[in-house]
């Protein structure tokens, strides 16, 4: 579900077939991935400012 709650395909294309489980896997790792990115940013602020 992250994929279609981020926006990066629709409920339907999980569910009809066109896409593969390694798409919806591909997905989810790149929002794994900018979660993290947003994460270290932020601490990365948060120590700049003390």
């Known amino acids: 579900m992250r994929p279609v709650l981020a926006g990066l395909c629709h409920m339907e294309s999980l569910t009809d077939g ?3 489980l390694e ?8 929002l794994d ?3 993290e ?3 270290r940013a932020h601490r990365a602020l948060k120590a700049k400012d003390g």
């Open 37 to 39: 990115n947003e994460a």
């Open 33 to 35: 991935v900018k979660l």
């Open 23 to 30: 798409d919806v896997l591909a997905m989810n790792d790149a």
């Open 18 to 20: 066109a896409l593969m």
